[in-house]
């Protein structure tokens, strides 16, 4: 009997491995043609201050399949990261913004910065640096508006050489923020030789500081240890008043979140937040 359901529960785990393995090769022949037809676009994510003034946003990718509807980042970005695609997704998630910065900027709406997510085979191809820089060239952006996050995994690969490649990126000018700050295996002793400029408080975190006491310790210590390296720090997934009250109270002044915006296709972003922000500076 035991045999019996031993030799059941493989049958099973062979089954869904299978059946993982084959949709994950249908996504990564769907994703190429996605590139190729346009499926793909960018949402904005606002980032505000206390009292809601724009200080920046999240660029965030959208796969509108034309069958399935939206297909999560987190479902297929991982799959990319694994077939290599990223290395073209990443490259269209840097054109697109910066095709967006670039026309903003014409309308002289100015967004002070963007932040893009870099995963960490697109990171460490040797053709990133290339690649970016032709791009800022092109579309004559900024790289101090840049801000590059992206999450300890990355450090998991090589950390001198991650150290390396951050450095001669900050010498550009362009800055860099750890994202899903403290879920990762990293230790603490590992962010004093990284040359960040901020850290971005997972939203795991924030979504119980108002109801776990763990997780309201837990924010404050990221916060203090943000502040007293003198990094910025900013809080993903703000989603109620408390929530902010608590991250302002413990020295948070830079917020994300539902409670302030969704992210928002490129034409709400701008009609919402960006000509509002152009009426105050005006
Ligand atoms: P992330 O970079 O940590 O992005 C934050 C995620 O939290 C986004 O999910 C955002 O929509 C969501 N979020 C923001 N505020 C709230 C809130 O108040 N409540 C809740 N429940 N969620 C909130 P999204 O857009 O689904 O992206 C998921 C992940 O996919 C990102 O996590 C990032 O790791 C990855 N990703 C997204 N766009 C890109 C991209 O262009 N390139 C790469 N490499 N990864 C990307
Ligand atoms: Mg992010
Ligand atoms: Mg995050
Ligand atoms: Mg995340």
């Not at 003034?53 to 965030?60: H, R």
């Not at 007293?228 to 929530?243: D, P, Q, Y």
């Not at 948070?252 to 972003?269: A, I, N, R, V």
Request: with cysteine; glycine share 6%; hydrophobic share 40%.
């Amino acid at each position: 009997r035991a045999k019996e359901s031993g030799r059941n529960m493989l049958q099973f785990f062979q089954d869904s491995m299978q059946e993982a393995a084959m949709e994950r090769m249908l996504i990564e022949k769907e994703l190429r043609q996605a590139l190729d037809e346009n499926q793909l676009s960018l949402y904005y994510q606002p980032q505000v201050d206390y009292h809601g003034t724009l200080m920046g946003a999240e660029a965030l990718i959208r796969w509108n399949h034309p069958k399935k509807g939206f297909i999560p980042p987190d479902k297929f970005i991982p799959i990319a990261e694994e077939c290599g695609l990223i290395q073209a997704v990443g490259a269209w998630v840097l054109e697109q913004s910066f095709i967006h910065l670039r026309q903003w900027d014409r309308l002289q709406v100015h967004l002070p910065h963007l932040a893009i997510n870099i995963s960490p085979r697109q990171f460490y191809h040797d053709d990133f640096m290339g690649i970016l820089g032709r791009l800022v060239k092109q579309y004559q952006i900024s790289p101090s508006r840049i801000m590059l996050e992206f999450t300890e995994g990355l450090l998991m690969n090589d950390v001198d050489v991650a150290i390396d490649k951050i450095k001669q990126l900050k010498k550009l000018g362009y800055t860099f923020s750890i994202d899903d700050f403290g879920t990762g295996y990293s230790s603490l002793s590992y962010l004093k030789h990284l040359p960040v400029d901020q850290l971005k408080i997972d939203k795991s975190f924030v979504e119980d500081i108002t109801k776990n006491e763990d997780d309201a310790v837990f924010v404050g210590t990221i916060i203090a240890i943000a502040r007293h390296m003198n990094l910025g720090v900013v809080a993903e997934g703000v989603e109620s008043k408390m929530e902010l009250e608590f991250l302002k109270q413990n020295g948070c002044l830079c917020y994300q979140g539902y409670y302030f915006s969704k992210p928002l296709p490129e034409d709400q972003f701008f009609e919402h937040w960006l000509r509002k922000a152009k009426q105050q500076f005006n």
